[in-house]
């Protein structure tokens, strides 16, 4: 079984844990460029607001219907992967902490952070 070894930073070594790789609780990172899967975390501006953080919750080819966290689920909506005027990695323009702060160089505010791997992972 593949394992991450999660650390939640502000918080003493003793709550790391390891995860499996499958387990609901590990949330990857999409990159433009790579595939994309349930419950990947993108940015999404919203047709009538500003860019906020979603959760993938379908897939159906390059276009992905997407749950904007901490809004009810009627504001859900379908948005297509290569529309780059509408779809972002995480963190690029919304408030959450991702890839994308990281790309555009901005100091992020890590909650999360993969410590080692453990078991048949293969580096990229």
């Known amino acids: 079984m593949e394992e991450i070894l999660i650390h939640v930073t502000g918080w003493s070594g003793k709550f790391d844990e390891w995860l499996p790789t499958n387990s609901h609780r590990v949330l990857f990172q999409w990159e433009f460029g790579k595939p994309i899967h349930l419950n990947n975390r993108i940015d999404v501006k ?26 009810h689920p009627k504001y859900d909506c379908w948005v297509d992967l290569k529309d780059k ?40």
């Open 85 to 124: 005027s509408r779809v972002s990695e995480i963190g690029k323009h919304s408030k959450a902490f991702g890839i994308g702060k990281r790309k555009s160089k901005l100091t992020p505010a890590i909650t999360e952070m993969i410590l080692g791997t453990r078991g048949n992972m293969q580096q990229s």
């Open 46 to 71: 919203h047709e009538v607001g500003g860019w906020l953080e979603a959760r993938v919750i379908q897939i159906e080819g390059d276009k992905v219907r997407v749950h904007f966290e901490k809004y």
